[in-house]
């Protein structure tokens, strides 16, 4: 975990200057104009937890890399405090010695720069063994190490050779290798994937968010590109002009806009393709049931009956019964068997409304092999109306 507490990071030589004005709420503009200096970061308060990406987001300048690099001292904090889960508890970064920052530093922390910063004389093996043996760990365990990671971003084959001779999308492969070899909980990434191609960019999004499911860190990850921040983030924060203006999950960023400025930034994103199903659902607990049976639909005579597991779950419709298919996101849609689908919470509204165009059902959704929810036409034509988040 990680949080920051009332950050400021000031850039300038007068900061005393700066600082009472920052307080006054004067303007970045005015606050340079007069002292010269730059409010970078202005009272940032943000929690990240374990298995949490967290994507800063804002427009070029709004303070994402300066609040970013304070997690690792690659910026000076002017003024407050970041905190960080260490093996004695959560500790003020900056009430440590040197000594104890660099430890901290090597065993808690790493980070993924955009630009990838490889080392070109070593080769791809050698880049993500050199944290590692900084760390001074043993030789063999190295290697091991390596093979490990170089396994987990598929670049094997590649271990031996240069970083010149890898492509874009594959050096940062090397780049986020590096990163996990030195398995750290928090792992600071900016703008990783910006320089590369939108297909390659898209694949190594794929990528972080399967290795988070395994590796479950902590991630602070700066984007200036909000789909980028959709797709990976559990909570993104919204800057502007060093303030964060909103934090709060994708689908409250794109439904609930806290201001003008966010909601520019999400005017032209089509909620079907944020909103999850356990945002849209009915909760098992809130569905009136009778014996083994949960009422899906009065009208319909429609109802869930759940004996005991996920696997003995069948829906009845007056008196036909139908088995439950269940679907993890794997292959067309289209191709699915016309019965209910059952399928994780995270699925996202689109996939949810093809399903029930598709098999002419409502959708039940599990978490972790537990029946959670349903979700009806109901419950679909609130959120498109945008009554969702109203009721909950
Ligand atoms: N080392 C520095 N010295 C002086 N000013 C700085 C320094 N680093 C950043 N700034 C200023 O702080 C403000 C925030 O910059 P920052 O790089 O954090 O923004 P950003 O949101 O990450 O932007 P980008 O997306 O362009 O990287 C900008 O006005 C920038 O000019």
Same mark, same amino acid.
């Given at each position: ?12 030589? %007068?900061?005393?200057?700066?600082? &009472?004005? /920052? ?8 606050? @340079? *104009?007069?002292? !010269?200096?730059?409010?970078g970061v202005r009272n940032a308060n943000l929690k990240v937890e374990q298995g949490e990406i967290c ?58 720069? %955009?630009?990838?910063?490889?080392? &070109?004389? /070593? ?8 944290? @590692? *043996?900084?760390? !001074? ?24 050779k240069k970083p010149s001779e890898l492509s874009g999308g594959m050096q940062q492969r090397v780049g ?55 797709? @990976? ?59 083994e049976e949960y009422c899906l639909s009065h009208r319909h005579d429609y109802w869930l009956e759940l ?86």
């Amino acid at each position: 975990m990680i949080e920051f507490k009332n950050l400021d990071v000031v850039f300038g030589k %007068q900061v005393d200057q700066a600082l &009472p004005l /920052l307080d006054s709420g004067v303007s970045r503009n005015e606050i @340079l *104009e007069k002292t !010269g200096c730059t409010a970078g970061v202005r009272n940032a308060n943000l929690k990240v937890e374990q298995g949490e990406i967290c994507v800063l987001m804002g427009l070029s300048g709004s303070g994402k890399s300066s609040l970013l690099r304070t997690a690792n001292g690659l910026n000076p904090i002017t003024r407050g405090s970041v905190h960080l889960d260490t093996e004695n508890g959560m500790q003020d970064f900056n009430s440590l010695s040197e000594a104890e920052q660099r430890q901290v530093r090597m065993e808690r922390i790493t980070m993924v720069f %955009q630009k990838f910063a490889l080392m &070109p004389w /070593l080769t791809v093996a050698q880049n993500v063994a050199f944290g @590692l *043996e900084q760390k !001074g760990m043993d030789k063999k365990l190295i290697r091991e190490k390596v093979e490990e990671q170089l396994e987990l971003v598929g670049l094997t084959p590649w271990a031996d050779k240069k970083p010149s001779e890898l492509s874009g999308g594959m050096q940062q492969r090397v780049g986020l290798a590096r990163a996990l070899a030195m398995e750290t909980d928090i792992i600071l990434m900016d703008e990783p994937f910006s320089a590369l191609d939108p297909l390659i960019r898209a694949q190594l999004q794929d990528e972080l968010l399967r290795l988070q499911a395994k590796l479950n860190k902590t991630v602070v990850f700066v984007s200036h590109d909000l789909d980028e921040a959709l797709k @990976l983030g559990n909570h993104i924060a919204i800057m502007k002009d060093g303030e964060i203006v909103q934090h709060d999950t994708p689908e409250n960023i794109v439904l609930n806009p806290a201001n003008d400025y966010v909601r520019d930034f999400v005017a032209h994103t089509n909620p079907v393709d944020v909103v999850k199903g356990h945002s849209l659902m009915r909760s098992l607990s809130s569905l009136e049931q009778e014996g083994e049976e949960y009422c899906l639909s009065h009208r319909h005579d429609y109802w869930l009956e759940l004996k005991s597991g996920i696997d003995s779950a069948r829906v009845r419709l007056g008196d036909q019964f139908y088995p439950v298919h269940k679907w993890d996101g794997e292959g067309s849609i289209e191709t699915l068997p016309k019965q209910p689908a059952m399928v994780p919470v995270e699925t996202i509204m689109k996939d949810i409304m093809e399903l029930r165009y598709h098999t002419g059902h409502g959708v039940l959704l599990h978490k972790n092999d537990k029946v959670v929810g349903y979700v009806g036409d109901k419950d679909i034509y609130h959120a498109l109306l945008g009554k969702l988040l109203d009721e909950d």
